[in-house]
């Protein structure tokens, strides 16, 4: 998968995330972004920092990782803080940039940018939904051009 196509699925994966909790905190752990299972799940509640050492040599991770590094200094949504070695990203929420645009409805779509990617992001296993996905996140990031240029 090109880099851009992994940018965009876990992307569409974190922003739907947090829409989907606003205006509540959300914690972004990236083992589960990528794989479905998260730090917990995996290790349990007193998971230590050797495990999270193993997570973090995982390259879909690091992707993970710094998609989510991006979206945050890009203005996209605030991290409260961050555990040891960047695996999870604890209260999460999105800015009120990022939560106008997935509130907004083209005119391509039926509903807010926001339900739509939701919904796609839960059929991710299909070959079509990430193309959809792609297409979703492609609006969100035009859809706050337009808005940072527009008087």
Sequence with gaps: MKNIDRFNLYAGKILSELYTNFPMPKDLDCLKITTGNS?????????????????????????????INWLESAGYFTIVRKSNLNIIFYECVL?????????????????????????????????????????????????????????
Excluded at 40 to 66: M, P, T, W
Excluded at 111 to 119: C, F, I, M, W
């Design 39 to 67: 730090v917990v799940d995996k290790y349990g509640q007193g998971f230590s920092h050797e495990n999270l050492q193993e997570v973090a040599e995982n390259s879909e991770v690091k992707f993970a990782i710094h998609t």
């Design 95 to 151: 800015t009120t940039k990022a939560l106008e645009v997935l509130n907004a409805v083209p005119e391509s779509l039926e509903s807010s940018l926001g339900a739509e990617l939701t919904d796609a992001v839960k059929e991710v296993s299909k070959d079509a939904t990430s193309a959809t996905i792609a297409n979703l996140v492609g609006q969100f990031f035009s859809g706050v051009l337009k808005a940072t240029i527009s008087p």
